[in-house]
């Protein structure tokens, strides 16, 4: 009996030191492993540091470019402004100019219609006849109606009848 208590002591001395060795290697992996946890935690705080490093760059990259946009933009505005305004200009020196050459026009106008008044209506529509027909137009629309009649009688017929046409428009 007592050798068999002595061989269960033995026994169970062995898988003692076995459970204390496989405890030890155990001790020794998570040992291992929680240092390379630390380092790869501290692989990820830098990297975290990084990134909001970059963040806070980015934002205020962001923030110059939307302050230089905002600038820009006014200027560009502005100078819209001043287009619109030499447009607005131009478009009123372009009608007081169409006034100017119109009155000139009619001035013109008149000194002619004066002279084919004068004129005999032989000469008249001589010189009509062989004017282009929008310019004899122009010129009988600026006569009396008596006067305009003497001379397309004067003119060829054919000739009469298109301006007669023409002056009816």
Do not use: H
């Amino acid at each position: 009996m007592k050798k068999v208590i002595l061989l269960f002591l033995l026994v169970s001395t062995l898988f003692a030191l076995q459970r204390s060795e496989r405890l030890y290697e155990c001790t020794e992996i998570f040992k291992e492993r929680k240092n390379e946890l630390l380092l790869e935690l501290e692989r990820i705080d830098e990297q975290k540091q990084a990134l909001s490093a970059l963040q806070s760059a980015t934002q205020e990259l962001l923030k110059k470019k939307e302050v230089s946009l905002r600038q820009k933009e006014k200027a560009l505005n502005e100078k819209l402004s001043l287009i619109k305004q030499k447009e607005q200009k131009i478009a009123q020196m372009l009608e007081e100019n169409k006034k100017t050459l119109q009155s000139l026009q009619d001035l013109k106008m008149g000194k002619i219609s004066q002279t084919f008044a004068k004129m005999k209506a032989a000469s008249a529509a001589n010189i009509l006849s062989d004017m282009p027909q929008n310019d004899a137009v122009k010129i009988l629309q600026s006569l009396k109606p008596k006067t305009v009649g003497q001379i397309l009688t004067k003119m060829d017929p054919k000739k009469a009848s298109q301006l007669t046409l023409l002056l009816s428009k």
